[in-house]
Every structure is written in structure tokens, then in C-alpha cells.
């Protein structure tokens, strides 16, 4: 079982950038295809990025299409969320998420596909 903790999030102005990471244990993420979450108060956790197990296949929500980057760092068991010119409908509790994909290039976009999860970071972009 795979236990992932993810952390970069803050208060940060609109316009600016955050990098989060999620950062595993117990497994090697290499094995998982990876998927970030988000969750606004009042609302459902929604999909905003996710990437398959060898990293060549990525799928973004179309809010954050162009800004938001998620990418594999394998050698450190990390998966990142680059995210810039943020907004303030950006904020929310940002989830990690991971999927024992047997496939190497698929990617996942619902809650349901995903088995484990992380407990999330805070992120609050100011106008």
C-alpha cells in the first residue's frame, strides 16, 4: 500500500505560482499512474490533472489547461503540480491521488478511479 503526503500549498496572490509535491512511501510511485484533486468549500472534489505511469501522457482539466503542469519525478517517488497564474477560483484543498495502473500510458480523471489518497494541502489565491 502506497501512502502519499503532499505539501507546497500556501496563500499566494493572483497571478502568482505554487509547486506542489506528493511526495510516497511504501511503494515505488513509478508502479501508479497519478492524478491531482481539488475540493472548494461547499463543493465537490473535482479533477485537475493526471498522469500516466511511464510520464508521457498527461490530461488537464480545461480550467487550468495552460497553467497548471503535472509532471514525475520518479527518482525521488514525487509527483509535482506546477501552477501558475493562479486565480482566485483556484482555491481549495489540493489532493494527490494514485491509481495501480497495469497500463503504462493511461491516465485517470474520476475520484473513482483513483485507490489511495493523499490528506491534502491548503491553497488560498488572494484577488
Known amino acids: 500500500q502506497v501512502q502519499l503526503v503532499e505539501s507546497g500549498g500556501g496563500l499566494v496572490q493572483a497571478g502568482g505560482s505554487l509547486r506542489l509535491s506528493c511526495a510516497a512511501s511504501?511503494?515505488?510511485?513509478?508502479?501508479?499512474?497519478m492524478g491531482w484533486f481539488r475540493q472548494a468549500p461547499g463543493k465537490e472534489r473535482e479533477f485537475v490533472a493526471a498522469?500516466?505511469?511511464?510520464?508521457?501522457?498527461?490530461y488537464y482539466a480545461e480550467s487550468v489547461k495552460g497553467r497548471f503542469t503535472i509532471s514525475r519525478g520518479d527518482a525521488k517517488n514525487t509527483v509535482y503540480l506546477q501552477m501558475n497564474d493562479l486565480k482566485p477560483e483556484d482555491t481549495a484543498v489540493y489532493y494527490c491521488?494514485?491509481?495501480?495502473?497495469?497500463?503504462?500510458?493511461?491516465?485517470?480523471?474520476?475520484?473513482?478511479?483513483?485507490?489511495?489518497w493523499g490528506q491534502g494541502t491548503q491553497v488560498t489565491v488572494s484577488s
Open positions: 491521488a494514485a491509481n495501480p495502473s497495469y497500463g503504462s500510458s493511461y491516465y485517470y480523471s474520476t475520484v473513482g478511479d483513483y485507490d489511495y
Open positions: 511504501g511503494r515505488t510511485l513509478s508502479n501508479y499512474a
Open positions: 498522469i500516466s505511469r511511464s510520464g508521457g501522457s498527461s
